[in-house]
């Protein structure tokens, strides 16, 4: 069973350019989470989707940032007009979303690692 | 909110030592508990888990119990190998959505 898999693992933009991550989830699972790690700190919570629909977002910045997982492909966390200040690791994670919600085990994949020029 | 309070790094063992990462968790129900590791250049894996007071999680020689009365669910290993060389962090899922994570603790083992 292949993992959370996430392209590209890195991606290099200069200011003003768009950035596009994707993640596809583990087999199975219908749940995708989106983390944002600075350097030197921990992961932070962006936002929650389900096919479909965005569960939560309340860790998503207001503008610029955007997010979908569409009903065929995989999910996409769009930056629009990148700052220097979005260069960091980038996580996807996947769930089941069955075994009851809190308890449910998020599977991360490696990360993309944007550098903003 | 919900918070979780790791120990600060780098720690630093040698080979066979004996690990303890401390974690405490602030939240306002009965959250799970997780540790992942996180190796260099790689993303996270799921290390162990605990849903309910007194649990244990255990896998590759790691335990760690969710103690309740302590608020606390600390990282043990009784002999570290260079290869659990890593960053360590203690995350909190409390409403079913986002793990919270603490700031990661560094390991380095040497020979």
């Known amino acids: 069973n292949a993992g959370v898999m996430q392209n590209p693992r890195h991606l290099v933009r200069r200011r003003g350019q768009e950035a596009r991550l994707r993640c596809s989830p583990m087999?199975?699972?219908?749940?995708v989470y989106w983390y944002r790690q600075l350097p030197e700190e921990g992961l932070k919570f962006m936002v929650y989707?389900?096919?479909?629909?965005?569960?939560?977002e309340s860790g998503m910045p207001k503008e610029r940032f955007s997010a979908e997982f569409p009903k065929e492909g995989p999910s996409i966390l769009r930056i629009q007009q990148v700052v220097r200040g979005d260069s960091a690791a980038y996580f996807c994670?996947?769930?089941?979303?069955?075994?009851?919600?809190?308890?449910?085990?998020?599977?991360f994949g490696p990360g993309t690692r944007l550098t903003v020029l | 909110g919900n918070s979780v309070t790791q120990m600060e790094g780098p720690v630093t063992l040698s080979e066979e030592a004996f690990l303890t990462i401390n974690c405490t968790y602030t939240?306002?129900?009965?959250?799970?508990l997780f540790w992942y590791v996180q190796y260099p250049g790689e993303g996270l894996q799921l290390l162990l888990k605990?849903?309910?007071?007194?649990d244990k999680g255990s896998n590759k020689g790691f335990e760690a119990t969710y103690r309740k009365e302590t608020t606390s669910f600390h990282l043990e290993k009784g002999s570290v190998q260079v290869s659990d060389s890593a960053v360590y962090f203690c995350?909190?899922?409390?409403?079913?959505?986002?793990?919270?994570f603490g700031k990661g603790t560094t390991l380095s083992v040497s020979s």
């Open positions: 994670a996947s769930s089941t979303g069955t075994s009851g919600s809190r308890s449910d085990t998020q599977y």
């Open positions: 087999k199975g699972h219908s749940h």
């Open positions: 989707l389900q096919k479909e629909n965005i569960i939560d």
């Open positions: 939240a306002t129900g009965y959250p799970s």
């Open positions: 605990a849903t309910k007071a007194d």
């Open positions: 995350a909190l899922n409390q409403a079913g959505t986002a793990l919270i």
